[in-house]
């Protein structure tokens, strides 16, 4: 069952091509989407204005070399593998649903595209199909139960909705209603036609909500990662001081290192010593 492909079992009703045409639009909706709330929020130019200051006021020069490894760190610590998050759990989660989403999403438009007209579909896709779709929820699911902010630290309960979850609440129908469907378009269930349109909706809420929604931080966070970086290489820093160095003699006599200039070095795990449940 988790082996066919249920878009190909729906091209008996639906046409390959209506099925093509639903995710060129999608694709068309984040776009659109996306350059709308770039436009909105103004992140684009807030974006390049802080790159020029940043560029303008630089202490050091960035070579071209230098400039490739930030790029190539900030890909490998902040977007493959999310390293920003200081929560593991919420580390593993985010990269439980980003993943399981890429899967899922790569893995329908090359069924939809190029097994919907009659060619056999590899049981392999299929499978990663639904393992993309599983991945969303077990990620998605812990995040929105268990990890949440609001409802792991402040005592909100679970189901108090804000704009901000639109994304999150999207994905997560879109995944679960297209596991549903899959498996009762691939057994014959009279429902999977019920299935179908709620599925549809979801997912059209999905990428259609983008201006509304969280979905087009995605594609912010790596450029504002990669200009963070940067701005440590120029020795800007986003006009913050740098860390400071107990060890260093010089940052020991700073006046605001003064209630701390005969600390000892480890202090303990401090706030972090246990979760902040005290709601």
């Known amino acids: 069952m988790f082996s066919v492909n249920p878009f190909a079992e729906l091209s008996g009703t639906i046409s390959p091509v209506i099925m093509q045409w639903y995710v060129v639009i999608m694709a ?51 977007v493959l593998t999310s390293g920003e998050f200081c929560n593991q759990k919420r580390r ?13 999403l790569v893995m329908t438009a090359i069924m939809v595209f190029g097994y919907t ?31 949440r902010v609001d409802v792991a630290a402040e005592g909100n309960p679970w ?16 995944c679960t209603l297209a596991i549903l469907w899959g498996l ?19 997912t059209t809420v999905l990428f259609g909500g983008v201006p509304w929604s969280k979905f087009s931080h995605m594609f912010f966070k790596p450029a504002a990662a990669f200009e963070k970086r940067m701005s440590v290489a120029n020795e800007t820093r ?27 070095l480890d202090m303990g795990l401090g706030i972090k010593r246990e979760q902040p449940r005290h709601y």
């Open 184 to 202: 009762a378009q691939s057994s014959g269930s009279p429902g999977s036609m019920i299935m179908l349109g709620l599925y549809l909706i979801a």
């Open 238 to 264: 986003n006009n913050l001081p740098k860390p400071a160095d107990r060890t260093s003699a010089e940052d020991r006599d700073r006046h605001s290192m003064e209630l701390l200039k005969d600390a000892p």
């Open 117 to 147: 007209g009659g060619a056999a579909t590899p049981a392999y896709m299929a499978q990663l199909w639904y393992l993309g779709a599983a991945m969303v929820c077990v990620g998605g699911y812990w995040f929105w139960f268990f990890i």
């Open 28 to 78: 068309i909706f984040v776009a659109a989407g996306t350059l709308f709330d770039i436009i909105h929020k103004g992140s684009a130019r807030y974006f390049f204005e802080n790159w020029r200051n940043s560029k303008a006021q630089a202490k050091k020069e960035v070579g071209g070399g230098e400039a490739i490894g930030v790029a190539i760190n900030t890909v490998a610590h902040d």
């Open 92 to 104: 593993i989660a985010h990269l439980l649903t980003m993943y399981g989403f890429i899967l899922h």
């Open 159 to 174: 189901n108090r909705i804000v704009r901000a979850d639109l994304f999150i609440l999207s994905l997560l129908a879109s």
